[in-house]
């Protein structure tokens, strides 16, 4: 209980103090551990990730592993879409509901189905990769770089699983469905911002 309760202080902490992680095309995608530390400057990425690992922390059984790599890879393919230049519209509308909505999914401990998870989590990833991709430069090391970023991602998730498995019962929980509605929050200024 003292695990999970020191891990979400230390992550409301820190979040303050990160920037939105889409800043546009920059040109500076040059490896893997640019890539790595890309989304972790975004307070957009960040939370999106982390109310992912705790929906799948809550929802348990095969949902641990499917809607974090559902996520993981629809994202990899919106960052594809992203690189080469296709246009998608509302994307950082869509980020920032994803926030929402998944704070929100948090907040309210909603029994979700495997199959719906995957769809919302997929659903929101096209954007967050998108989001990434376009800024990506076109150069040898893209690839390394998007790498990086899906690793990123993943680690993100693996944070919200562990402060959610580590904190489902009594004051814990209940501060676990403070922090949702907290990310949920983080998403409306992000719409507002």
């Known amino acids: 209980m003292k695990t999970g309760f020191r891990a979400l202080t230390l992550f409301i902490l820190l979040v303050p103090s990160m920037a939105l992680a889409h800043s546009g095309p920059a040109g500076h995608t040059h490896g893997f551990a640019q890539g790595f530390l890309h989304p972790l400057g975004g307070i957009d990425h960040v939370l999106a990730m982390v109310a992912v690992g705790l929906l799948v922390a809550h929802l348990g059984g095969r949902a641990l592993?499917?809607?974090?790599?559902?996520?993981?890879t629809?994202?990899?393919?919106?960052g594809a879409?992203?690189?080469t230049g296709f246009a998608l519209p509302y994307t950082e509308l869509a980020?920032?509901?994803s926030v929402i909505v998944l704070g929100a999914l948090v907040a309210f401990r909603a029994n979700l189905s495997l199959a719906l998870a995957s769809l919302i989590a997929g659903g929101f990833a096209i954007f967050h990769g998108y989001a990434h991709g376009a800024e990506m430069a076109i150069e040898p090391s893209a690839l390394w770089y998007g790498l990086g970023l899906m690793l990123a991602t993943?680690?993100?998730?693996?944070v919200g699983i562990g402060v959610g498995l580590t904190a489902q019962h009594g004051v814990s929980a209940r501060l676990l469905r403070f922090g949702g509605a907290a990310i949920a929050a983080g998403g409306a200024l992000l719409l507002v911002g």
Not at 65 to 72: N, R
């Open 65 to 72: 592993l499917l809607v974090p790599a559902s996520f993981v």
């Open 81 to 83: 879409l992203g690189f």
């Open 74 to 78: 629809v994202m990899a393919a919106g």
């Open 95 to 97: 980020i920032a509901l």
């Open 154 to 158: 993943a680690a993100l998730h693996g």
